[in-house]
């Protein structure tokens, strides 16, 4: 890729990083819609406050949450295509540039590792300084793909989301009602509801992760699956609601997906409480 | 939809009831993480009478304050949900932010006279109600200082008040 192409790719990244943080997909316009033809009072009123502040964000460019996130890179590649380390670095630069465009919130911690860990030297003014999360990078069936998800992963999502073990007995019920136990918790208490669940399962805590932000990329509101209706179902029964302030739409849909599995009995879990603005992401075709 | 201008009377809270829909506007505090415990500091060691932060009949916004915007952090946290009691009683009215809070909280606020109010998380809504900003205390902490804002029709549901919880 010559200079010209590298340019070109930074500022489309820069853009879809924007539009991650501010868009919502229209399918996630026709959930809300639905969930507020049959609910309380106030959290009718409290979805129409989302449903109108992601209008003019997205009207505006602007960020759908100040919790702008963190931004989570997955990068999909078929056989026929390549990528190398100057269109790595452009990808990159892509991300700082967006970041100042969105504009990101400014909280990149400052210092060594005890100082980050103790947030003891303060926050980097610039909101350029946030470093992504490692790459992820999937080798895909379809020869000509080359194409990245930027998702920015907000803080109160992160709070309650969990990995661990499930031990299964031979039983896709169990682990279905394990999910469905850990949900309701973690969205009683999470405050930005109602929440998309993004659930992955795998054979190890990474890979329970990396097919849990696969389902936030891959999953949609108007197709789901048996077993996504059933959590979302029987996480909707506690009747948390819209802002926790209870309603019958505490969930508008479950994101899952599985990945291969060990010959073993335990399966690793790992379910994250998306907020009522996520999952923010946008996808480039490279 | 009652209208709320703060810094409010012991009056203009204690009617308030769970479920209430409510306006905010005047000037509030925003903090978070970082800076209540700090500020609980300060009124522990008596510092906070002359450092010009005045927070009788105040309201603290647990929030952020960026070029992103603002927007409610969970008040559930540590940091936030501990320090409600001695920032009621040095004269905070209302906890305004989002997420449940423990019983014994609800019961502590019915104590010291102060409301907690949810607000959604709308922040575009929200950064285009701003009439002015500024940095009241430990501008060091960057986002997370405690700063100073003019507000007008904030939208919130009262959560806690006279000790009953929407989410009991």
Not at chain 1, 24 to 36: E, V
Not at chain 1, 217 to 243: F, H, M, P, W
Not at chain 2, 53 to 78: E, Q, R, Y
Request: overall charge negative.
């Amino acid at each position: 890729m010559n200079e010209t192409g590298l340019k070109e790719l930074t500022e489309a990244v820069a853009d879809t990083l924007v539009r991650a943080g501010s868009v919502f997909p229209p399918d996630r316009y026709g959930a809300y819609a639905r969930a507020m033809e049959d609910d309380t009072e106030l959290s009718v009123w409290a979805m129409k406050q989302i449903v109108d502040n992601a209008k003019v964000a997205e009207k505006n460019r602007s960020p759908l949450c100040d919790d702008t996130g963190i931004p989570h890179l997955l990068l999909q590649i078929g056989k026929n295509r390549s990528i190398n380390g100057d269109m790595l670095e452009a990808i990159y630069e892509g991300v700082r540039s967006g970041l100042k465009k969105l504009p990101g919130r400014p909280m990149a911690v400052k210092g060594d590792d005890k100082q980050r860990i103790e947030q003891s030297e303060g926050l980097m003014e610039d909101p350029a300084g946030l470093v992504p999360a490692p790459l992820s990078m999937e080798y895909v069936d379809d020869e000509e793909r080359l194409r990245l998800y930027i998702l920015m992963q907000g803080g109160g999502p992160e709070i309650r989301a969990k990995t661990y073990r499930v031990f299964h007995r031979h039983s896709l019920d169990t682990v279905l009602e394990e999910i469905i136990q850990w949900a309701r918790e973690s969205v009683s208490q999470l405050g930005c509801s109602p929440c998309t669940l993004a659930v992955g399962i795998g054979r190890s805590h990474f890979e329970a992760s990396a097919m849990m932000l696969r389902a936030m990329t891959e999953g949609r509101y108007d197709v789901q699956n048996e077993c996504e209706k059933r959590i979302t179902a029987a996480v909707n029964e506690s009747n948390t609601g819209a802002l926790g302030l209870g309603g019958k739409n505490s969930v508008l849909a479950t994101f899952m997906k599985t990945g291969p599995q060990r010959a073993s009995g335990v399966r690793i879990v790992c379910m994250r409480p998306c907020c009522c603005f996520e999952p923010r992401v946008a996808m480039l075709d490279l | 939809m009652k209208e709320l201008r703060f810094p409010v009377s012991e009056e203009d809270i204690k009617g308030l009831k769970v479920r209430e829909q409510i306006l905010i506007s005047g000037r509030i505090f925003c903090g978070r993480d970082a800076v209540l415990p700090k500020i609980a500091g300060m009124i522990n060691d008596g510092s906070i009478k002359e450092s010009g932060i005045d927070l009788n009949g105040g309201l603290i916004f647990h929030t952020a304050v960026s070029p992103a915007g603002v927007g409610p952090t969970s008040s559930n946290k540590f940091e936030i949900e501990s320090t409600m009691e001695i920032l009621s009683h040095a004269g905070i009215r209302m906890h305004l932010g989002k997420g449940a809070l423990k019983k014994e909280t609800a019961e502590m606020l019915k104590r010291e006279g102060a409301v907690y109010a949810v607000i959604p998380p709308v922040t575009a809504l929200l950064t285009d109600r701003i009439k002015s900003r500024r940095v009241a205390a430990f501008g060091e902490l960057g986002m997370e200082a405690l700063y100073e804002l003019e507000v007008y029709d904030y939208p919130a549901v009262i959560a806690i008040a006279g000790g009953e919880s929407i989410y009991e």
